[in-house]
């Protein structure tokens, strides 16, 4: 069985051919304009797919098209309610739109939800029935399975893991609130704390760090911190505490076998995870005598999303 899995962003559009084992076979992608009308944008993906599969002789062999992108839809109907990276395809039917122009089934779903379905069937997950995957990138996104099942609550419109508040009145979201996680833990976050600690401390060793990186994002707190820089050390001691408090929440709400963090500042590996293992096994994974939680990265990295967008086919 072969399915292509397509992982839609803000400005471009990721697909891939995958098998029942989950083995990528070929991959494809396309660039996205945020400002184009929907149909355009749409059509020039329609053509591509329509062109990929005749070009590798897959022409009556695909299953189905598996779609992750981010935002607010109607799954069922395939109905983009409200996408923030793609505003002009509000209000459009994605699915109806490339079933009618490539002859495909298509499933849709958001795509921190399909990512984790992804890790759950083939990566780094798969020894897990009921597990957590959180995003660490731009914003947190999150997926949640259960009994090896996505589950994504109420119109399939749940699991917004990054809008849970970990801080009364805390730092204002992009959602709106004030004191969501993704405020707290994400690499946007992490990255505004260094630039603030920068503006205090001349004297750190993070302007080092943003000189040889050109930059600053969400590696120089880490770097500063594994030569020693105690303004480095504090910030990553309050992101792990962000992190690992936001974390301790989904095992008493879910009590997962297993978190899997995926995205940029997850790379940071085991410098990273033995931290937030500590601190999860310092709370009793947020109740003494409660069962541990392992924490692990994604093994599927980028792959995770078209890998995961193509499982609402394999495993429909």
């Not at 098209?65 to 990276?85: A, F, K, L, V």
């Not at 940071?268 to 009793?284: P, T």
């Amino acid at each position: 069985m072969i399915a292509i899995g397509i992982d839609i962003g803000g400005t471009s559009i990721k697909g891939a051919f995958v098998n029942e084992k989950g083995e990528i076979l070929h991959r494809f992608s396309l660039k996205v304009v945020k400002e184009s009308p929907f149909e355009k944008e749409v059509k020039k993906l329609t053509d591509l797919l329509n062109e990929e599969i005749e070009k590798n002789g897959l022409k009556g062999k695909v299953k189905g098209i598996g779609i992750g992108m981010p935002g607010i839809m109607d799954m069922d109907e395939g109905m983009i309610i409200e996408s923030p990276n793609l505003p002009e395809w509000n209000g459009h039917n994605l699915k109806k739109f490339i079933e009618e122009h490539v002859g495909i089934e298509v499933k849709i779903n958001n795509d921190a939800n399909v990512a984790a379905l992804g890790e759950a069937k083939f990566g780094s997950g798969n020894k897990y029935q009921d597990l957590i995957m959180i995003t660490l990138g731009t914003g947190v996104g999150g997926g949640i399975i259960i009994g090896g099942k996505l589950f994504d609550g109420h119109l399939h419109q749940g699991a917004e893991l990054g809008h849970m508040v970990i801080r009364l009145n805390g730092k204002k979201c992009g959602c709106g609130r004030k004191g969501c996680f993704e405020a707290y833990a994400s690499a946007t976050a992490l990255i505004k704390d260094t630039r603030m600690m920068m503006s205090k401390h001349p004297e750190s060793l993070l302007f080092a760090v943003e000189k040889e990186l050109a930059g600053v994002d969400a590696r120089n707190a880490f770097i500063a911190a594994r030569r020693g820089d105690k303004y480095g050390k504090k910030l990553v001691d309050d992101y792990v505490m962000y992190l690992s408090e936001g974390l301790i929440n989904y095992c008493n709400i879910f009590r997962p076998e297993a978190i899997i963090l995926s995205g940029g500042v997850a790379n940071e590996g085991e410098y990273l995870l033995s931290r937030v293992r500590n601190y999860l096994e310092k709370e009793h994974y947020g109740m003494k005598g409660s069962p541990s939680v392992d924490v692990i990265v994604s093994s599927l990295g980028y792959d995770s999303g078209k890998i995961g967008a193509a499982c609402l086919i394999l495993f429909k």
